[in-house]
């Protein structure tokens, strides 16, 4: 079939009575992507009369607003040589960890600063 593709996500939710709200959790979207949500309904006779007409709903799923966060224990250094080390971290969602490495004695950077790979005040 072309344009075949596995659902994200699928699933029912029982309406109790005329009028009143049902609701359902859908999980595994990607943050700031395009879906379409596909519904029909049948009621509870036993012939199980179902909607002719899907009913289709397009729209876009939030953006990510919260940023990662470092796990209880990390950041930790490994390794320590007498001139490197490494450094370990496990965050609360995948993305990307930044460092810079500065003398005990200077400030500590904002965090731009370290994205930046700078110091406080954008000294290198």
């Known amino acids: ?3 075949a593709s596995e659902p994200i996500d699928s699933g029912s939710a029982p309406v109790r009575s005329p009028g009143v709200n049902a609701t359902a959790q859908i999980s595994g979207m990607t943050h700031t ?3 379409r949500l596909f519904v029909v309904a049948h009621d509870l006779a036993t012939s199980l009369n179902l909607q002719d007409t899907v009913s289709v709903i397009d729209f876009r799923s ?3 607003m919260t ?3 470092l796990l209880e224990n990390y950041p930790r250094h490994l390794n320590n040589t007498e001139e490197a080390f490494s450094v370990e ?4 969602e995948a993305g990307l960890a930044f460092f810079v490495v500065l003398p005990l004695t200077v400030p500590p950077p904002t965090s731009a600063e370290v994205l930046a790979g700078t110091g406080p005040g954008g000294m290198p």
């Open 1 to 3: 079939l072309a344009g």
């Open 33 to 35: 992507t395009h879906y």
């Open 62 to 64: 939030a953006q990510d």
């Open 67 to 69: 940023p990662p966060s």
């Open 89 to 92: 971290v496990q965050l609360t």
